[in-house]
C-alpha cells in the first residue's frame, strides 16, 4: 500500500511538471532574440540614450538660428519715479505697459556652432550604435539561455529514459523473481533504483523550469505569457570548423563590425569637433540685432497750438489811432488713446552690429577647451581598452571551443564505451552472472556520460557561436 502511494505521488509530480514545461506556446531562438531585442530594458534604456543624443543635436542646431524674443510688462507706480514716456521724474500715480520685440543671430564665431553642430550629430550616431550594442549583448545572453534550456531538457529526457530502462529491466527480473531464477532482493533494488530515478527526473524538471524563467526574465516577457521553447534537432544546427575561425583574423574583421567599437571610434570624432568648437568660442563672436519696442503711460499728453477764432480785440493808442490786435494763440493738452500711443507716439526701433569679445570670465571657456582635450584623450584610451578587451575574448573563446570541441569528442567516446559495458552487463544480469548493484552501477554511469556528452554538446556549440558573433556573423542557428 505504500509502495502505491508513493508511485502515486511520483506520478502526479512527473504529470505537474510534463504540464508546466510542454503545455504551452513554442518559442523558437529567433523569436527568442526578436522579441527580447524590441522589449529588454537594457535595450531600451539604450534606446532612450540615443534619443536623448537627438535632441542634444536639435539643441546644437537651434544655435544657429536666429533668436526671437518677445516680452510685455504692466504696473502701477508710486512715488517719485520716472515717467516711461517722457523719463522726467514725476511723483504721480502712474499706470504703464510695456512691449518689446527683439531678435539676434550669429554672423560669425569661428565656426564654434558649426563644430558643435557636427560633435552633436557624431555623438548621436555613438549612441545609436550603442543600441546596436546593446541588442547584440541580448542576442548572445538570449542565445545562451536558449540554449542552457535545451540542454536541461535534454537531460530530462535522458533521465527519462533511464526510467523506461529501469522499468523495463524491473518488469523482466519480477519475471524471473516468479520463475525463481533470481532473489526477491534483485527486485527491490531495482525498485529502489527506479524511485531514485524517477527523483532524477524531477529534479531534472524542476532545472529546465528554472531555465526558462531565467530565458523569460532575459526576455522582458510577462512570467504569465505561455512559453516553452522549440526543441530543434541539435545535430543540424551548423557549426563552422575551427580553421574558419582563427583568431587573428575574427579580430582584425570584429575591431571593423563590432558596434561597441564603431561606437568608440565615433565619439572620438564627436570629441574632435567638440574640441574645435570649445576653441572657436574663446574668439570674439559677431552678430547683428533688431529691436522693436513701445509703452503707453497714463500721464502721457499731447501739447499742440491752436489758433482761436472769433472777432479780435479792439485797442487805441496815444494818437488817437485805433488798430486790431489778434487774439493770442491757445495751448491745447490732450491725452491719445491707448493704441495711439503704443502704435504712433512712443513706438521705436532698433538695428546694428554687436561683437561680443571673452576677456575675463572665470576660465570658464579656457577650462571648457581644456576639459573638452581631456575627453578626446579619453575616448581614444576607451577605444584601446575596449579593443584589448575584444582581443582577449576572442582568442579566450577560441581556446574555450577547443577545449569544449575536445571535451565532446571525449565525452562522446565516453558514452559509446559506457554503452558497450551496459550491454554486455544487460546480458550477464539477465543470466544470473552479476549482481543488481553492479548492474545498477553500469547503468549510472551510461546516464552520466550521456549527460556530460550533453553538455559538452551545448558547450562546444555556444563557444562556436560565440566566435561566429565576434566575426561579425549575428548569432546563427
Not at 529588454?40 to 536666429?66: E, F, M
Not at 552520466?448 to 542557428?477: C, H, P, R, W
Request: with cysteine.
Amino acid at each position: 500500500m505504500r509502495k502505491k502511494v508513493a508511485n502515486y505521488f511520483l506520478l502526479s509530480l512527473l504529470l505537474f511538471f510534463s504540464k508546466t514545461l510542454f503545455a504551452q506556446d513554442t518559442w523558437d531562438l529567433r523569436r527568442c532574440v526578436d522579441y527580447a531585442m524590441a522589449n529588454n530594458i537594457t535595450v531600451l534604456q539604450a534606446d532612450v540614450q540615443a534619443r536623448q543624443a537627438a535632441l542634444q543635436t536639435k539643441l546644437a542646431r537651434g544655435q544657429s538660428i536666429p533668436t526671437i524674443g518677445f516680452n510685455t510688462q504692466a504696473g502701477y507706480q508710486f512715488g517719485r519715479n520716472i515717467d516711461p514716456t517722457t523719463n522726467l521724474f514725476t511723483n504721480q500715480k502712474i499706470f504703464f505697459q510695456s512691449y518689446t520685440l527683439q531678435g539676434n543671430i550669429t554672423l560669425f564665431n569661428f565656426f564654434s556652432i558649426k563644430n558643435n553642430i557636427t560633435a552633436s550629430q557624431k555623438d548621436e550616431e555613438a549612441y545609436k550604435l550603442g543600441v546596436g550594442k546593446a541588442r547584440n549583448d541580448i542576442a548572445l545572453n538570449v542565445a545562451a539561455a536558449y540554449l542552457q534550456t535545451l540542454l536541461s531538457l535534454e537531460q530530462a529526457n535522458i533521465a527519462k529514459a533511464q526510467i523506461e530502462q529501469t522499468t523495463a529491466q524491473l518488469e523482466n527480473t519480477k519475471k524471473l523473481v516468479n520463475a525463481g531464477s533470481m532473489p526477491e532482493l534483485n527486485a527491490a533494488q531495482l525498485e529502489a533504483q527506479l524511485a531514485t530515478d524517477s527523483s532524477n527526473y524531477i529534479s531534472a524538471l524542476g532545472t529546465a523550469d528554472q531555465n526558462r524563467i531565467q530565458l523569460i526574465a532575459l526576455m522582458n516577457l510577462d512570467e504569465s505569457t505561455p512559453f516553452n521553447v522549440a526543441t530543434p534537432d541539435v545535430d543540424k544546427i551548423p557549426v563552422p570548423s575551427l580553421s574558419e575561425l582563427d583568431p587573428a583574423y575574427v579580430y582584425q574583421l570584429a575591431i571593423s563590425t563590432q558596434p561597441l567599437q564603431q561606437s568608440d571610434s565615433m565619439f572620438i570624432v564627436a570629441n574632435e569637433y567638440a574640441v574645435k568648437s570649445a576653441r572657436g568660442a574663446m574668439y570674439p563672436a559677431l552678430s547683428v540685432f533688431g529691436q522693436l519696442s513701445t509703452n503707453y503711460s497714463s500721464t502721457y499728453r499731447q501739447y499742440f497750438t491752436k489758433a482761436n477764432t472769433g472777432n479780435d480785440t479792439l485797442f487805441s493808442n496815444t494818437a488817437g489811432v485805433f488798430s486790431l490786435i489778434p487774439r493770442n494763440p491757445s495751448t491745447v493738452i490732450k491725452q491719445p488713446s491707448y493704441f495711439n500711443e503704443i502704435g504712433n507716439d512712443n513706438f521705436s526701433q532698433a538695428v546694428g552690429l554687436q561683437i561680443n569679445v571673452p576677456i575675463l570670465n572665470g576660465r570658464q571657456l579656457r577650462n571648457s577647451y581644456e576639459r573638452a582635450k581631456l575627453n578626446l584623450e579619453n575616448s581614444k584610451l576607451q577605444l584601446r581598452s575596449d579593443n584589448l578587451t575584444l582581443q582577449q575574448n576572442i582568442y579566450t573563446a577560441y581556446s574555450n571551443a577547443v577545449s569544449a570541441l575536445a571535451k565532446f569528442n571525449s565525452s562522446t567516446k565516453a558514452v559509446q564505451t559506457q554503452q558497450y559495458a551496459y550491454d554486455l552487463g544487460t546480458k550477464r544480469y539477465n543470466i544470473g552472472l552479476m549482481s543488481t548493484i553492479d548492474y545498477i552501477t553500469l547503468q549510472t554511469s551510461l546516464t552520466t556520460a550521456k549527460i556530460n556528452q550533453a553538455s559538452a554538446k551545448y558547450d562546444y556549440i555556444f563557444k562556436m557561436k560565440v566566435l561566429e558573433f565576434y566575426k561579425g556573423q549575428g548569432v546563427q542557428f
